[in-house]
């Protein structure tokens, strides 16, 4: 089965990251703070060739001057239009009382596989040595890496002590042959936002690896729910070992996950039991928590996503 990774650098990554900044923003100054507030926040963001458009619907106070100040930190663009607008009051009101799911949408869980933890831990490796734009693909048979700013040697190289360092000398990099291996096939490249532009959440494959849905992970708050249901979708399948579904509609108080088959959990956490039905209110609180344990931030996260 084949898997493509992209790098944090990649323009689309960038766009991830500012709008994950933004979300950080929104939490860490609303009432309660990052881990108590619930602000309610949706970002989009394109960037390109010195240019950059940002669109808000938030219920929190966000001046264009954060927004602005946020793009030139992650990506340097300078010249960037910002729209701030509040959230439609008629989904702010489903949000009244206890949470309610905001919108209809399906979510998948899929055990992580050692292919695609190995590939993520190449691209992280690549984007510590060059910083700059890059994406991978992994098959059984094939690695494809494209890596700007650097030559052939020295990206070899980098995969050559990827494989003596980090223990994958006996897995599917590792007993790879130098012709099974392509490196920037068209020849060295420069890659970055002078040469292509990026915008929020097209990198879904990348982020969610087998359990792509319809929604993204990137510029949004946990009380959507193609985010927060994501999550667990995702914690779920790696707790049983199995795949993990759930469809929701707009209003719903909770949600039921469909556990595709029993594998090793821990059963003070998880009920022996097919199905797991949780309300909306600790589904956020669990995908909270993996997100403050795991990353620190919806920047990071939104480095990697959940194949991270």
Same mark, same amino acid.
């Given at each position: 089965?084949?898997?493509?990774?992209?790098?944090?650098?990649?323009?689309?990554?960038?766009?991830?990251?500012?709008?994950?900044?933004?979300?950080?923003?929104?939490?860490?100054?609303?009432?309660?703070?990052?881990?108590?507030?619930?602000?309610?926040?949706?970002?989009?963001?394109?960037?390109?060739?010195?240019?950059?458009?940002?669109?808000?619907?938030?219920?929190?106070?966000?001046?264009?001057?954060?927004?602005?100040?946020?793009?030139?930190?992650?990506?340097?663009?300078?010249?960037?239009?910002?729209?701030?607008?509040?959230?439609?009051?008629?989904?702010?009101?489903?949000?009244?009382?206890?949470?309610?799911?905001?919108?209809?949408? %399906?979510?998948?869980? !899929?055990?992580?596989?050692?292919?695609?933890? =190995?590939?993520? *831990?190449?691209?992280?490796?690549? &984007? @510590?040595?060059?910083?700059?734009?890059?994406?991978?693909?992994?098959?059984?048979?094939?690695?494809?890496?494209?890596?700007?700013?650097?030559?052939?040697?020295?990206?070899?190289?980098?995969?050559?002590?990827?494989?003596?360092?980090?223990?994958?000398?006996?897995?599917?990099?590792?007993?790879?042959?130098?012709?099974?291996?392509?490196?920037?096939?068209?020849?060295?490249?420069?890659?970055?936002?002078?040469?292509?532009?990026?915008?929020?959440?097209?990198?879904?494959?990348?982020?969610?690896?087998?359990?792509?849905?319809?929604?993204?992970?990137?510029?949004?708050?946990?009380?959507?729910?193609?985010?927060?249901?994501? %999550?667990?979708?995702? !914690?779920?399948?790696?707790?049983?070992?199995? =795949?993990?579904? *759930?469809?929701?509609?707009?209003? &719903? @108080?909770?949600?039921?996950?469909?556990?595709?088959?029993?594998?090793?959990?821990?059963?003070?956490?998880?009920?022996?039991?097919?199905?797991?039905?949780?309300?909306?209110?600790?589904?956020?609180?669990?995908?909270?928590?993996?997100?403050?344990?795991?990353?620190?931030?919806?920047?990071?996260?939104?480095?990697?996503?959940?194949?991270?």
């Amino acid at each position: 089965m084949a898997f493509e990774k992209v790098s944090a650098y990649h323009p689309d990554k960038i766009a991830d990251r500012i709008a994950g900044s933004l979300v950080d923003h929104c939490y860490t100054h609303a009432a309660g703070g990052w881990l108590k507030s619930n602000p309610r926040v949706a970002v989009e963001t394109l960037i390109g060739h010195s240019e950059g458009l940002v669109i808000i619907e938030t219920s929190e106070p966000l001046r264009v001057q954060d927004v602005s100040d946020t793009v030139r930190r992650i990506s340097g663009i300078r010249h960037c239009t910002v729209r701030i607008v509040p959230q439609d009051p008629h989904l702010a009101r489903n949000q009244e009382g206890s949470p309610h799911v905001g919108d209809n949408g %399906i979510a998948k869980g !899929m055990p992580v596989t050692p292919e695609q933890r =190995e590939l993520t *831990a190449l691209i992280r490796t690549l &984007d @510590e040595n060059f910083h700059s734009d890059a994406k991978a693909v992994l098959t059984p048979d094939r690695l494809i890496v494209c890596q700007s700013n650097a030559s052939y040697d020295e990206v070899f190289q980098c995969i050559q002590e990827f494989v003596r360092h980090n223990g994958y000398g006996k897995t599917i990099i590792g007993g790879m042959t130098p012709a099974q291996i392509t490196i920037n096939p068209l020849g060295p490249w420069t890659g970055g936002l002078d040469a292509d532009s990026g915008a929020t959440n097209r990198k879904l494959g990348s982020d969610m690896g087998d359990a792509v849905t319809g929604g993204g992970l990137a510029g949004k708050d946990l009380s959507k729910a193609d985010v927060s249901c994501q %999550i667990v979708a995702h !914690m779920l399948a790696q707790q049983y070992h199995t =795949e993990v579904r *759930a469809a929701y509609a707009i209003g &719903d @108080e909770q949600v039921t996950y469909h556990i595709g088959g029993h594998g090793e959990h821990q059963p003070d956490t998880l009920p022996d039991a097919p199905d797991l039905t949780l309300p909306f209110a600790d589904i956020i609180e669990r995908a909270r928590l993996y997100v403050h344990t795991q990353f620190g931030s919806f920047e990071k996260f939104a480095e990697y996503g959940l194949i991270a």
